[in-house]
Structures are given as structure tokens and as C-alpha cells.
């Protein structure tokens, strides 16, 4: 690349190289520390997500067992739907209807 032919360079003094210099540490150091605070905020980060991904599988886990828990129970009252006796069902709501007219009556006291 061609420089114009009108440029006129003229080298810094001593002492604006010096200021130049030391403007350049102070913003090196800034610039350290501005990078050591992001370091430790992203260390920080990644122990969170580690914790939280913990946290997540665990649930996952108990989503699991209480989903399996659930269709085995969901399989029985099925087949017990199918066996023929149809006075469980009949018992079942009875008792539903006995319980919420407990409850009833205990929150109606209170």
C-alpha cells in the first residue's frame, strides 16, 4: 500500500512515548483485572449448571419412578375394571363421597 505523498511523520518525543507507555500499562492492568473477574464469574456459572443439572436429573428420577408407580397402579384398577365386579367400582365412589363429606365437615368446624 502506498502512503500520500503529503504525509509528514514525526516521531513522539521521549516524553510522550513514556506517557503513551505507561497509559498502555495502566490499561494492560485494567484490563487483567477486568479478565481475572470474568474468569471467576464463568467458574462460578459452571458450578451453578453443575448443581442445577444435579438438581434436574434427580427430579428426572423421581418423575420416573412416581410415572412407573403410577401405571402400575393405573394397570391394576384396570383389571380390576375388567374382572367382572363391578361393586368395587360402586365401593370405590362411595368411599370417595364418604371421604370428601369428612373432610367436609372437619374444615366446616374449624
Known amino acids: 500500500m502506498r502512503r500520500a505523498n503529503n504525509?509528514?511523520?514525526t516521531p513522539l518525543s521521549q516524553?510522550?512515548?513514556e506517557a503513551l507507555e505507561a497509559e498502555n500499562d495502566r490499561m494492560a492492568d485494567e484490563l487483567s483485572g477486568k479478565i481475572g473477574v470474568l474468569k471467576s464469574?464463568?467458574?462460578d456459572i459452571g458450578h451453578e449448571?453443575?448443581?442445577q443439572d444435579r438438581l434436574l436429573r434427580?427430579?428426572?428420577d423421581d418423575m420416573d419412578r412416581t410415572g412407573g408407580f403410577l401405571g402400575?397402579?393405573?394397570?391394576?384398577?384396570l383389571k380390576l375394571g375388567k374382572a367382572g365386579h363391578n361393586y368395587y367400582i360402586f365401593y370405590l365412589f362411595l368411599f370417595a363421597i364418604?371421604?370428601?363429606f369428612v373432610l367436609y365437615i372437619v374444615m366446616k368446624f374449624r
Open 49 to 51: 449448571v453443575r448443581s
Open 72 to 77: 402400575n397402579t393405573m394397570n391394576r384398577v
Open 41 to 43: 464469574l464463568s467458574i
Open 98 to 100: 364418604f371421604v370428601f
Open 58 to 60: 434427580g427430579i428426572d
Open 7 to 9: 504525509y509528514n511523520y
Open 15 to 17: 516524553n510522550q512515548n
